[in-house]
């Protein structure tokens, strides 16, 4: 009888280690995964992977490292659920299962040569993480770099360490802002839309990533299109429940899209007539 071969597929599950594991929160973790036999998981900026965590379930999470780094990948974790908090409890070792990369990043090809104004609201920096890091390994490609992160407080901001450079950096503008003010917070305070009028941008040439709850998009995208940013040059990440990843369990459809698969990076101009998308 002839062996038949199964190759890798949409459908096939990845084996992937977890090679260590930091606390970024209370809530959050981040994983370093690296996939069995060396395996490059090959994403773009902006992709999610489905994890399986045996037992549990499987769930989409965005990746959050830049695709420059070959031997493993991140993903930042909120404990919300069955099988997040199943893998919560996992342990440096342990193994998971990955199926991906899915859907559509920031179109890399398109920014380059341009100025980016990344806006982040709350758990919207980890898919960003991607982003950034990857514009840092590549800066000589890129023009002007701006980068506002808004959070609920100081207790719930990621990536304090990464931060702390980004900060450093003569190449970068960072701002962040807290929507409530503790007694360690000595910066600004209020909604992450209020640091976009403090920034100087050139409308032609500049590209918005923005990703955060779906109650920052349209305060946020006013404030764009009062700076003259072109409509086609806004990138947002819509958020939905993907049961597949594969466009075809339908639970992320918004009309005729399917945002694991035509998203989940889309340019406003594309989804503004779509009120399911907001």
Same mark, same amino acid.
């Given at each position: ?15 992937? !280690? ?65 099988? !997040? ?194």
């Amino acid at each position: 009888m002839e062996k038949i071969i199964l190759k890798d597929s949409a459908y096939s599950i990845k084996k992937g !280690t977890i090679l260590g594991i930091k606390q970024m929160t209370e809530s959050e973790k981040l994983f370093e995964i690296a996939l069995e036999g060396g395996k490059r998981l090959d994403h773009e900026p902006g992709q999610f992977v489905m994890v399986s965590v045996f037992g549990a379930g499987e769930i989409p999470i965005s990746v959050s490292s830049s695709p420059a780094n070959n031997d493993s990948f991140d993903l930042c974790v909120r404990a919300a659920g069955k099988v !997040t908090n199943t893998l919560h409890k996992l342990k440096a070792g342990d193994m998971i299962g990955i199926r991906g990369p899915f859907g559509k990043g920031f179109p890399i090809g398109i920014l380059k040569g341009n100025d980016l104004l990344i806006i982040a609201c709350g758990l919207g920096l980890a898919p960003l993480r991607s982003l950034i890091r990857f514009v840092f390994d590549k800066r000589q490609d890129f023009g002007k770099i701006h980068i506002l992160y808004g959070c609920r407080n100081s207790a719930n901001m990621l990536f304090l360490d990464e931060i702390k450079e980004w900060r450093k950096r003569n190449d970068v503008y960072f701002e962040s802002i807290v929507d409530q003010a503790t007694p360690d917070w000595a910066g600004k305070v209020g909604l992450v839309t209020t640091l976009i009028p403090g920034i100087q941008i050139d409308p032609d040439r500049t590209f918005v990533a923005l990703v955060g709850p779906p109650a920052v998009y349209k305060p946020a995208i006013k404030e764009l299109l009062s700076r003259n940013v072109p409509e086609r040059q806004i990138l947002i990440s819509l958020e939905r429940h993907m049961k597949c990843g594969v466009g075809k369990c339908g639970h992320c459809q918004i009309q005729h899209l399917y945002c694991c698969q035509d998203g989940p990076v889309f340019n406003y101009e594309a989804i503004k007539h779509l009120k399911e998308a907001f």
